[in-house]
């Protein structure tokens, strides 16, 4: 694997020097672009940055596969505590500038600065993680039923739980993470009404920083486990490990989000108390978007991952739940009932 490199605001520096260039008679933005050709890709990272053994670290894992799979030449970026959408734009101006195709924003965040970078590079494919709201014709969105994967958590907690009573920490209390709360909500209800559901939000927009906290995220779930829950699920990006590690402490489950945290090698400690995972498969989009361009096919518009594309859904790499049959039965059941539209998922709690 070629080494990767990391861009962080250090390169920020440079995003500017290249535009004084170009005001001087250097390259334009869409001569830049044209020496792009599918060699070379590029994500910048959500909060939290590579590392947080969830939804950055799923983004890397498909530009992994792509360095391997389709010899591109890849390249990070790593987002700065406390930017701006300016940082944003630089950062993805200053990827696109060095030729990268595609440049990958991971997470919503990314969508204000994409839409004003992608105009100036119309011959680069801009792909954005779990944002449909920003369109052009060299966009990709790539987008995800969160709700559907989390409803069928909401089935496997309401089974397992002894107490009655479960968790859900949220990272920021956004649109896009109510829905994991909509759908585990849902699912639990639906499985047993007489559990009882603990949600809360580690901070609120614009502090971000209940993606990027893992004492925040301990701390929520230590309060939660005082009220007697014995089943939380975090959404909460690397503040989610800070959750998970005062989960196991107390001997009770967890339930992970994004990536299978389960075969994080970060949370190898805790990965006993890790009973399953929602999935969503940020790797094969990642990989797939980079491969669309190197096939000279870029993708565009939104490409949606549901159930039924097996885009989002629950691991089973802990065998301890693999051995859960009633369990299994009944989120193999729930799963075919939303794929058949027998059970539609709510998006909002």
């Known amino acids: 694997m070629r080494r990767i490199t990391r ?49 950055n670290d799923a983004a890397y894992a498909g530009l992994e596969k792509a360095e391997k799979d389709l010899d591109v030449k890849g390249s990070e970026a790593e987002p700065s505590d406390g930017e701006g959408d300016a940082d944003k734009v630089q950062r993805l101006t ?39 709201s920003v369109t052009g014709d060299n966009i990709a969105n790539i987008v995800f039923n969160e709700e559907q994967g989390s409803y069928l958590a909401g089935v496997a907690a309401a089974k397992v739980t002894k107490s009655k009573t479960v968790g859900f920490i949220g990272g920021v209390e956004t649109p896009l993470i109510k829905k994991f709360e909509a759908g585990f909500i849902q699912g639990v209800k639906d499985t047993d009404a007489s559990v009882n559901v603990l949600p809360q939000y580690l901070t609120q927009p614009p502090d971000f920083g209940g993606f990027s906290k893992p004492d925040l ?37 967890n339930i992970g989000v994004d990536s299978d945290q ?8 805790y990965k006993e ?51 859960m049959t009633d369990v299994i039965a009944a989120v193999d059941k729930a799963k075919q009932e939303i794929i058949d539209g027998k059970i539609t998922v709510k998006t909002a709690p």
Do not use: H, M
């Open 7 to 55: 861009i962080t605001t250090a390169g920020l520096a440079s995003a500017a020097l290249a535009l004084s260039v170009t005001a001087c008679g250097g390259k334009t933005s869409s001569d830049a672009a044209s020496d792009a050709g599918g060699d070379k890709a590029a994500i910048a990272y959500d909060i939290g940055g590579r590392g947080d053994q969830s939804f």
């Open 217 to 253: 995220g301990k701390a929520a779930a230590q309060g939660q486990l005082d009220k007697k829950a014995d089943v939380i699920y975090s959404a909460a990006g690397l503040a989610g490990s800070g959750a998970i590690e005062a989960v196991s402490k107390a001997g009770k489950w």
């Open 94 to 132: 200053e990827l696109a500038r060095s030729g990268n195709n595609p440049v990958i924003g991971v997470g919503f965040a990314y969508a204000p600065a994409i839409e004003k970078v992608a105009p100036k590079f119309p011959k680069t494919t801009f792909g954005i993680i779990d944002d449909a």
């Open 273 to 323: 108390s890790i009973l399953t995972s929602v999935t969503k498969d940020v790797e094969d989009a990642v990989f797939n978007l980079i491969k669309s361009v190197q096939d000279g096919k870029p993708q565009s518009g939104e490409i949606r991952y549901g159930l039924d594309k097996n885009g989002v859904g629950l691991s089973t790499s802990n065998p301890a739940f693999t051995e």
């Open 262 to 269: 389960y075969q994080q090698k970060g949370l190898a400690d």
